[in-house]
Every structure is written in structure tokens, then in C-alpha cells.
């Protein structure tokens, strides 16, 4: 009993302990005393020029484990909720310089308190940009309780995940004295402070906002770093504080290994700079989003500014993913599609779509673009872009960016990627849709970050050649995946296409939206899952009760909305589900009664749906707010009569007001630089 009572005595004096360190950030010099005495190579981190409140946080932080993130978000938001990466409740959020954010977790997401600081980066188009750390460590229990508001976009760096330990802080310390990485007090910069001319150790790479730099070395007096530019805008390397803080000019004591002081977004750069026995600073500034400008030496040939008119009474959702198609004739696909007939400019782009790149014409900022490829309709061919456009599109207005056009021959997809991407049907290496959409995945030979999860039986979704084959012909399955941002959906209205085969037998594919994903329930196909609370559509191919049912599961169990025929022979079909806040729709497209890939270019072709020759849909009206939970769900499932079930992409995307694509202009070409 006595022993019972001294382990509990000291498991209450190290929480107090511990409660004393975390509520106390800014210590005092003689409380950090014992750090010095305790640590002497910690405690000599603390006389570091302009470091010392940040070194302070970061032993605070002693034993937890961080990962960076950044968070785009409405500039009138205070409490922002994100996903949890360590899905622990024993998470907090602290800002780029390690301070403490009033924080709440649950094993799903994370809410906090933006403090309005040096973390937050401001925008003309009217959003913030927060930089920060999740960081898990199992002591820390949080008081402050409730949701947030949803970003924009968020954005993790699992590359960059990290533990603060012995082996960091003396990554940040040398007990050698050759180099120290630190903080300075403008929370833009990182310092590389050489203290001799024998830098021998290669230090872990430190990342602090967009940028992150590593390798610093030191050789015949010409000091060498790594950099890498992880912004959306250029940076420009055009200062160098030292000594007293003169500010010499590129390509006198310092240079690149492109030759110029600006790293693109994307870029890895080593700087040079000759050494002359002095106390160095580097200073990385990122221009920001907010100041982020054209530059004139990009390589262009020519740009157009291109028109986007919202038509409708409503604002598009934001972001928007605006589908921009350049064609060399007219066509006639619906009011969903957006396309300007101009064989001229059609004439210009490369048929992999290589040499166009789209910004905004205000800040320079490059806009996340993916190509889709050439649609085909009848002797019309069609250059088809999706675009995300951040701040969206207001009611009856119009918006202008600019289509930019290189050689024929240039690649803005190795210079830009992932700002630049294409359809991995189109060229591979280069897709960047899950920069582009709201969730995305292609599935050849790969989940893409997307997660699996068995419902029922015993098989689990694998990848493979032809996409996640979800039920292995085996009576019982029940499987789903999910998306890698999960619980980070935006609000309605949304559309979700998906590409998927089956043969014949039984029982469903299904696509939920808004449930909770953490409860799963039979949707009633088989063992088809569903989340609950969630809308869903169910495709079911058993031949005693086939259809496509719209069902809510939003009262416990579900209920069917309204259904259609959905054939029962197998075969590659495109289908897709429509929800909004009054009314939901889903159908399907018999691409083929055989296995093979369904092209990218099906995107946005949910009105062939409509010709029951080949498809079918249906569609209900709403007496229920259905956006419960911000998630994506793809289900499947047999029962007594099994079948195989393979799903090959998956794509999510804001659905256009009233489903009318903003229609596109374009002006007159102009040479670069304006």
C-alpha cells in the first residue's frame, strides 16, 4: 500500500511539474538557469543572439513529436478545425515559433485559437495563411473544448515530421561550435551563424514557414546550403544580412546554382557565399501571397487573359474548380461545360498540354491547374483544364486570370509541377490532382493516400493493374476507402464522379457523402457499407432487386429517396453523386461491358446520364440539412452472390451554382513580359 502511495505521490508531482513548464512560456532568465546547469549544451542555446524565446518553447516542448502544416482559411475565422494527424487526443497546435495555441483535439480533428501574430501571412483576395506544428505528446490533456470553422485548404509536411529530443537540439547546437542553425527574432528568417572555418557536420534539415534548408557546409572559405522554396510564389535570396547588416548585391558575395536570386515554387537551389571571417546571417524572405508578382524573365511566349462570368444569382463555392476547355470548334455538351472556340489558340497548346500555365494577373500567383487531356466530340477536338480558383467566383460577376503559353516545346511541368500538373493518362509523373480537387485518387497499382478499411469478411481493398479491387468474388465482403483528407470536406453543394467495374452477380458500389465515418452501417446491398448520417447513392447489380437508389441514412438507419434501373451484365461504367443543401442526383454513364480504363475526359460528362440509351439517373428533393461530417466514402459489398468489384479514380470537385459552369472568355494574345 505504502509503495501504491509513493508511485501515485510521484506521478502527481511530475504532472504538477510538468503543468508548471507548460503554463509558464516565457521564463525567466534564472528559471532557465537550470537548463545551463542541468543540460550545459542546452542551456547555451539560451545566449544565442535573437533566439531566445523560441529555444525556450522548443525545450517546452522536450519529447513531443511535431509536424508542420500549413492552413489557408477566411480571414474572419478564430478558431480553425483541421484534421488530427496523430489521431490522439493528446494533441495541441502551436504556431511557427512554437508558442502555445489554445487547442482542443478529438481523436478525428483538431480545433485552435489563431492568435493574430507573425504566423499568419495576409492576402488582397481576402485569405490568411497560418503556419504551424500539430504536436503530440501523451502528457498533454487540453482545456479548451469545441469546433471550428473549416479552411480553404490544408496542407501536412510529413516529410518534415520531427521529435524534439537530445539528437534535435544538438542538430540545432554543435557541442563543436562549427555551426548553429537559429531562429532570429523576424520570424521570416533562419540564420546560419559560422562560428569557424572547419564546418564538418551535416546538419538535419530545419523548416520554417515555405522554406527549408539543409546540408550547410563549408569549404575553401565558400559557404554552401541547401534550399528549398515550398511556397506557391517565387522567393527572392536578393538579402544577406552579416555584420553590421549590410545588404550586398546578388552575384557579388553570394550566388546560386541557377544563376539567379530567385527559387521558384518547387525549386531546390544550393547558395553560395564566400566566407570572409565574419559572423553570417542569411535572411530567406518569401515574398508571400500577398506581394507575390509576375516575373518577366518566365518563360512565355505569349499570355491571354481569360473571363470568368458566374451567370447565376449565387456565388461558386471556395475554392471552385472551374473546367476551362479551348477547342477548335463548337459543341454542344450542356451549361455544366465551359469552352471557347478558337482554333488559333487551340493551334498553340501542345497536345499533352506541356506549354500553358494559368495565374493571377494581379499577384502573379500561379493557380494549382490540372490537365485533362483532348476530348473528342464528333470533329471537334477540345483542350480540357480544371482550375482551382481559391476565392471562387461572386454572383453575377466575372473574374480575370491569365492563360499563359510557352514554346511549343516547353515543359511547365517539370519547371512548375505541382502548380502544373496533367492526368496521369496523359503523361506520367506530373498529376497533381490532389492539389486541384476536393479529394482525388487514381488507382492504378496504387491507393493514392487514400485509406482501406473491411466492413465485413475478411478481404481488404488491394491495388492493383486495374484499380482497388474491392470484393474478390468471395460471399459476405463488405470493404471502403477513404480519402487521405478525410473529415476536411468542404460544404456543399458537391459533385463526386468515379470510375468502377463489376462483374456480374451481385451486390453494389456506393458513394456517401457527409457521414460519419468513424460509424459505419449496411446500406443495404450485401454487406455495402455506408457511413452514418451520411447521403448516399447505391448501385445495386443483383439481379432480384437492381437499381440505383438514392438513400439518406440520416435518421439511424436509411431511407430511400427515389431509385432508377442500373443494369445487372457487369461491365465499366462512370457514375457519380450530386449533393447539395435541397435536392441530391446520382447516375451512371455503361462506358463498356468490358474491363478497361475509363478516360479522365468522362469528368463533367454526368449528362450523359440522361440518354437512356446508355444511362440513367435520378434525383430528390430535400427536407434535411444533409452536410453532417466533412467526408467522402466509397463502399462496396456482396452477399449470398458474389461478384469482383474493382474502383479505378475517384474524383470530387464544388459543384457549379444551379450546375452552370461560369462561362469563359478569352482576350487577345499578348506578348511576355507585358
Same mark, same amino acid.
Given at each position: 500500500?505504502?509503495?501504491?502511495?509513493?508511485?501515485?505521490?510521484?506521478?502527481?508531482?511530475?504532472?504538477?511539474?510538468?503543468?508548471?513548464?507548460?503554463?509558464?512560456?516565457?521564463?525567466?532568465?534564472?528559471?532557465?538557469?537550470?537548463?545551463?546547469?542541468?543540460?550545459?549544451?542546452?542551456?547555451?542555446?539560451?545566449?544565442?543572439?535573437?533566439?531566445?524565446?523560441?529555444?525556450?518553447?522548443?525545450?517546452?516542448?522536450?519529447?513531443?513529436?511535431?509536424?508542420?502544416?500549413?492552413?489557408?482559411?477566411?480571414?474572419?475565422?478564430?478558431?480553425?478545425?483541421?484534421?488530427?494527424?496523430?489521431?490522439?487526443?493528446?494533441?495541441?497546435?502551436?504556431?511557427?515559433?512554437?508558442?502555445?495555441?489554445?487547442?482542443?483535439?478529438?481523436?478525428?480533428?483538431?480545433?485552435?485559437?489563431?492568435?493574430?501574430?507573425?504566423?499568419?501571412?495576409?492576402?488582397?483576395?481576402?485569405?490568411?495563411?497560418?503556419?504551424?506544428?500539430?504536436?503530440?505528446?501523451?502528457?498533454?490533456?487540453?482545456?479548451?473544448?469545441?469546433?471550428?470553422?473549416?479552411?480553404?485548404?490544408?496542407?501536412?509536411?510529413?516529410?518534415?515530421?520531427?521529435?524534439?529530443?537530445?539528437?534535435?537540439?544538438?542538430?540545432?547546437?554543435?557541442?563543436?561550435?562549427?555551426?548553429?542553425?537559429?531562429?532570429?527574432?523576424?520570424?521570416?528568417?533562419?540564420?546560419?551563424?559560422?562560428?569557424?572555418?572547419?564546418?564538418?557536420?551535416?546538419?538535419?534539415?530545419?523548416?520554417?514557414?515555405?522554406?527549408?534548408?539543409?546540408?550547410?557546409?563549408?569549404?575553401?572559405?565558400?559557404?554552401?546550403?541547401?534550399?528549398?522554396?515550398?511556397?506557391?510564389?517565387?522567393?527572392?535570396?536578393?538579402?544577406?544580412?552579416?555584420?553590421?547588416?549590410?545588404?550586398? @548585391?546578388? &552575384? +557579388?558575395?553570394?550566388? %546560386?546554382?541557377? #544563376?539567379?536570386?530567385? /527559387?521558384?515554387?518547387?525549386?531546390? *537551389?544550393?547558395? =553560395?557565399?564566400?566566407?570572409?571571417?565574419?559572423?553570417?546571417?542569411?535572411?530567406?524572405? @518569401?515574398? &508571400? +501571397?500577398?506581394?507575390? %508578382?509576375?516575373? #518577366?524573365?518566365?518563360? /512565355?511566349?505569349?499570355?491571354?487573359? *481569360?473571363?470568368? =462570368?458566374?451567370?447565376?444569382?449565387?456565388?461558386?463555392?471556395?475554392?471552385?474548380?472551374?473546367?476551362?476547355?479551348?477547342?477548335?470548334?463548337?459543341?454542344?455538351?450542356?451549361?455544366?461545360?465551359?469552352?471557347?472556340?478558337?482554333?488559333?489558340?487551340?493551334?498553340?497548346?501542345?497536345?499533352?498540354?506541356?506549354?500553358?500555365?494559368?495565374?493571377?494577373?494581379?499577384?502573379?500567383?500561379?493557380?494549382?491547374?490540372?490537365?485533362?487531356?483532348?476530348?473528342?466530340?464528333?470533329?471537334?477536338?477540345?483542350?480540357?483544364?480544371?482550375?482551382?480558383?481559391?476565392?471562387?467566383?461572386?454572383?453575377?460577376?466575372?473574374?480575370?486570370?491569365?492563360?499563359?503559353?510557352?514554346?511549343?516545346?516547353?515543359?511547365?511541368?517539370?519547371?512548375?509541377?505541382?502548380?502544373?500538373?496533367?492526368?496521369?493518362?496523359?503523361?506520367?509523373?506530373?498529376?497533381?490532382?490532389?492539389?486541384?480537387?476536393?479529394?482525388?485518387?487514381?488507382?492504378?497499382?496504387?491507393?493514392?493516400?487514400?485509406?482501406?478499411?473491411?466492413?465485413?469478411?475478411?478481404?481488404?481493398?488491394?491495388?492493383?493493374?486495374?484499380?482497388?479491387?474491392?470484393?474478390?468474388?468471395?460471399?459476405?465482403?463488405?470493404?471502403?476507402?477513404?480519402?487521405?483528407?478525410?473529415?476536411?470536406?468542404?460544404?456543399?453543394?458537391?459533385?463526386?464522379?468515379?470510375?468502377?467495374?463489376?462483374?456480374?452477380?451481385?451486390?453494389?458500389?456506393?458513394?456517401?457523402?457527409?457521414?460519419?465515418?468513424?460509424?459505419?452501417?449496411?446500406?443495404?446491398?450485401?454487406?455495402?457499407?455506408?457511413?452514418?448520417?451520411?447521403?448516399?447513392?447505391?448501385?445495386?447489380?443483383?439481379?432480384?432487386?437492381?437499381?440505383?437508389?438514392?438513400?439518406?441514412?440520416?435518421?439511424?438507419?436509411?431511407?430511400?429517396?427515389?431509385?432508377?434501373?442500373?443494369?445487372?451484365?457487369?461491365?465499366?461504367?462512370?457514375?457519380?453523386?450530386?449533393?447539395?443543401?435541397?435536392?441530391?442526383?446520382?447516375?451512371?454513364?455503361?462506358?463498356?461491358?468490358?474491363?478497361?480504363?475509363?478516360?479522365?475526359?468522362?469528368?463533367?460528362?454526368?449528362?450523359?446520364?440522361?440518354?437512356?440509351?446508355?444511362?440513367?439517373?435520378?434525383?430528390?428533393?430535400?427536407?434535411?440539412?444533409?452536410?453532417?461530417?466533412?467526408?467522402?466514402?466509397?463502399?462496396?459489398?456482396?452477399?449470398?452472390?458474389?461478384?469482383?468489384?474493382?474502383?479505378?479514380?475517384?474524383?470530387?470537385?464544388?459543384?457549379?451554382?444551379?450546375?452552370?459552369?461560369?462561362?469563359?472568355?478569352?482576350?487577345?494574345?499578348?506578348?511576355?513580359?507585358?
Amino acid at each position: 500500500m505504502a509503495r501504491s502511495q509513493l508511485y501515485l505521490y510521484t506521478i502527481v508531482v511530475l504532472l504538477l511539474i510538468l503543468f508548471y513548464f507548460v503554463s509558464n512560456l516565457d521564463l525567466l532568465d534564472k528559471e532557465f538557469q537550470f537548463y545551463s546547469d542541468t543540460y550545459p549544451q542546452y542551456g547555451e542555446i539560451y545566449k544565442l543572439l535573437y533566439g531566445n524565446d523560441i529555444f525556450e518553447n522548443i525545450l517546452n516542448l522536450y519529447g513531443s513529436t511535431l509536424i508542420p502544416f500549413t492552413v489557408y482559411y477566411n480571414c474572419s475565422y478564430n478558431i480553425i478545425q483541421v484534421p488530427n494527424y496523430f489521431n490522439s487526443t493528446h494533441v495541441i497546435v502551436v504556431d511557427n515559433v512554437y508558442n502555445f495555441l489554445p487547442s482542443y483535439a478529438s481523436n478525428n480533428f483538431v480545433a485552435f485559437e489563431i492568435i493574430n501574430n507573425y504566423s499568419i501571412s495576409y492576402s488582397n483576395t481576402g485569405y490568411c495563411i497560418f503556419n504551424g506544428y500539430e504536436v503530440y505528446n501523451p502528457y498533454f490533456n487540453n482545456q479548451f473544448e469545441g469546433t471550428g470553422d473549416l479552411p480553404y485548404y490544408i496542407i501536412f509536411y510529413p516529410q518534415n515530421i520531427f521529435t524534439i529530443n537530445d539528437n534535435y537540439l544538438n542538430n540545432l547546437y554543435n557541442l563543436e561550435g562549427n555551426v548553429i542553425f537559429q531562429y532570429l527574432n523576424n520570424y521570416r528568417c533562419i540564420a546560419g551563424e559560422i562560428k569557424s572555418l572547419s564546418v564538418q557536420k551535416i546538419l538535419n534539415g530545419i523548416s520554417v514557414s515555405f522554406l527549408n534548408i539543409s546540408n550547410a557546409q563549408l569549404n575553401n572559405s565558400i559557404i554552401s546550403v541547401n534550399i528549398i522554396n515550398n511556397d506557391i510564389c517565387p522567393i527572392d535570396l536578393n538579402k544577406i544580412y552579416y555584420d553590421n547588416y549590410n545588404i550586398p @548585391s546578388f &552575384g +557579388n558575395n553570394f550566388n %546560386t546554382s541557377s #544563376n539567379s536570386s530567385l /527559387i521558384y515554387p518547387g525549386q531546390q *537551389i544550393v547558395g =553560395y557565399y564566400q566566407y570572409n571571417n565574419d559572423d553570417l546571417y542569411f535572411c530567406l524572405e @518569401s515574398l &508571400g +501571397n500577398e506581394i507575390c %508578382t509576375p516575373i #518577366n524573365n518566365l518563360s /512565355i511566349q505569349y499570355y491571354v487573359p *481569360i473571363t470568368l =462570368y458566374n451567370t447565376q444569382s449565387i456565388p461558386t463555392p471556395e475554392p471552385f474548380q472551374q473546367d476551362i476547355a479551348i477547342c477548335n470548334g463548337s459543341v454542344n455538351i450542356g451549361p455544366n461545360f465551359a469552352y471557347v472556340n478558337n482554333p488559333t489558340l487551340f493551334n498553340q497548346i501542345n497536345p499533352n498540354g506541356q506549354n500553358v500555365m494559368f495565374f493571377n494577373p494581379n499577384n502573379g500567383q500561379l493557380l494549382y491547374s490540372w490537365y485533362e487531356g483532348q476530348l473528342i466530340n464528333g470533329n471537334t477536338y477540345c483542350d480540357v483544364w480544371w482550375i482551382n480558383i481559391p476565392n471562387g467566383i461572386p454572383a453575377n460577376s466575372n473574374i480575370v486570370i491569365y492563360m499563359a503559353i510557352g514554346n511549343y516545346s516547353t515543359n511547365y511541368y517539370s519547371q512548375y509541377y505541382p502548380y502544373v500538373g496533367a492526368s496521369p493518362q496523359v503523361i506520367s509523373g506530373y498529376d497533381n490532382g490532389n492539389y486541384t480537387f476536393i479529394a482525388y485518387g487514381y488507382f492504378n497499382n496504387t491507393f493514392d493516400g487514400w485509406n482501406k478499411y473491411i466492413y465485413g469478411g475478411s478481404f481488404s481493398p488491394t491495388a492493383t493493374p486495374y484499380g482497388i479491387e474491392m470484393l474478390n468474388d468471395t460471399g459476405g465482403e463488405g470493404t471502403y476507402i477513404l480519402p487521405p483528407n478525410n473529415g476536411n470536406i468542404p460544404e456543399i453543394p458537391l459533385i463526386v464522379e468515379e470510375a468502377w467495374y463489376y462483374t456480374q452477380g451481385a451486390d453494389a458500389n456506393v458513394i456517401a457523402l457527409f457521414g460519419n465515418t468513424n460509424q459505419q452501417i449496411g446500406a443495404g446491398g450485401g454487406t455495402a457499407p455506408t457511413s452514418s448520417s451520411s447521403t448516399f447513392v447505391q448501385y445495386e447489380y443483383y439481379s432480384g432487386y437492381p437499381g440505383t437508389y438514392l438513400k439518406s441514412a440520416n435518421t439511424g438507419g436509411y431511407s430511400i429517396l427515389n431509385q432508377t434501373y442500373f443494369p445487372t451484365s457487369g461491365g465499366t461504367f462512370y457514375s457519380y453523386l450530386i449533393v447539395s443543401s435541397s435536392y441530391v442526383q446520382a447516375g451512371y454513364y455503361n462506358y463498356s461491358s468490358s474491363q478497361i480504363w475509363a478516360p479522365l475526359t468522362l469528368l463533367n460528362m454526368y449528362p450523359l446520364s440522361y440518354n437512356s440509351n446508355y444511362g440513367n439517373y435520378t434525383y430528390a428533393n430535400l427536407n434535411y440539412n444533409p452536410y453532417q461530417y466533412p467526408t467522402l466514402e466509397i463502399g462496396a459489398g456482396d452477399g449470398g452472390v458474389a461478384s469482383y468489384q474493382y474502383i479505378e479514380w475517384v474524383v470530387a470537385r464544388e459543384y457549379p451554382p444551379n450546375g452552370v459552369m461560369p462561362s469563359i472568355y478569352t482576350g487577345s494574345e499578348n506578348s511576355w513580359p507585358p
